[in-house]
């Protein structure tokens, strides 16, 4: 089964212009934030060069599922180009993503973007609220902000891979058009209420961490920065010396420890989009709009989960 925009034909390299909206681009000001000169400029995106790059993507693909026979990734134009265009149309560097993408659900199949599931699945994660994107793009940067709260994080109530899932579904969403592609996505954490159980969470649960590890590589984004706020030094430290020695420099150089300190995370994200919770004039935070949102999509988004590893007998 082939996923395809509503009225362009399977191969037309047309979709690196014209993207579907879905419900959370309908509320990203995609239109705002023009992207083809800096795409051009920064990602080495020609737009004469882009159906030529998809035909030779996709035959590498062809070549690695190859005896993967539980393995049926997602292969059109609109799909591809988020792997391209996200790493400047260096074919190699889009394939390892592509792979270490499909491998992060290989990490723990049933609980790590299973098969099946949406965001109706996780209703806890927006009710918190744990996780939201901010509606606004980011005035400095035109990146798109997810902003995860351990405010109301209880650990009974749901494992950390929820959270992480629920990002999953709108970042994915949102990187189906080019701007968002192009101006790329920043996370911020507020830590406040982080406890010893919510670290016990984090350091036990091995294949959260080796998803978070497979992530750095392995989706088609642009990370322009994770900031953690209000964290506890001694603990959030801990967690980072767990993972550091398997990050990248480039990644590592994105991790920003800002303590109390809301006016150095001012300067990477504005405070007019941010939460009041955190000195932000963005009103209190909430999910509102991204639950509605991910919700009207629940449909697309569980057939979407059927793309990928099907089962993990063949990694």
């Known amino acids: 089964m082939q ?6 034909a399977k191969g037309d390299s047309s979709l690196g212009d014209i993207a579907p909206r879905n419900s959370i681009l309908e509320n990203l000001d995609i239109d705002e934030w023009p992207w083809e000169n800096v795409a051009q400029d920064e990602l080495n995106d020609d737009p004469e060069n882009r ?4 035909i030779k993507f996709r035959g590498m693909i062809q070549e690695y599922q190859k005896g993967k026979r539980n393995f049926k990734p997602q292969t059109d134009d609109e799909f591809l180009l988020m792997f391209l265009r996200t790493r400047k149309f260096d074919l190699d560097k889009a394939l390892l993503c592509f792979e270490r993408f499909h ?10 973007t299973p098969v099946g599931k949406g965001p109706k699945d996780y209703p806890h994660v927006f009710d918190g609220p744990l996780v939201s994107m901010l509606k606004p793009r980011n005035p400095i940067d035109g990146c798109v902000v997810v902003f995860w709260s351990f405010r109301n994080y209880n650990t009974d109530e749901g494992d950390i891979s929820d959270m992480l899932n629920v990002s999953i ?4 969403e949102a990187l189906s058009h080019p ?3 192009t101006f790329g996505v920043r996370y911020v954490f507020d830590l406040t209420g982080m406890g010893i159980a919510h670290v016990t969470m984090m350091v036990t649960r091995f294949y959260y961490l080796k998803a978070i590890m497979k992530a750095q590589n392995g989706v088609p984004a642009r990370f322009k920065g994770m900031h953690y706020i209000n964290d506890p030094y001694s603990l959030t430290q801990y967690v980072y010396r767990i993972i550091r020695p398997v990050l990248s420099k480039k990644m590592r150089e994105r ?3 800002h303590g109390k300190n809301l006016e150095e995370l001012f300067s990477y994200v504005s405070p007019e989009i941010l939460p009041d919770e955190i000195g932000g004039s963005g009103g209190p935070f909430n999910a509102d709009w991204y639950r509605e949102a991910l919700f009207r999509d629940h449909e697309i988004i569980v057939e979407k989960s059927r793309f990928g590893y099907v089962a993990e007998d063949n990694r």
């Open 3 to 8: 996923l395809k925009a509503k009225g362009v």
């Open 255 to 257: 991790f920003h420890f």
């Open 103 to 112: 491998q992060i659900r290989l990490c723990k199949p049933d609980i790590i």
């Open 179 to 181: 701007s968002v592609q």
């Open 169 to 172: 579904f709108g970042v994915l």
């Open 51 to 54: 159906a030529e790059a998809i």
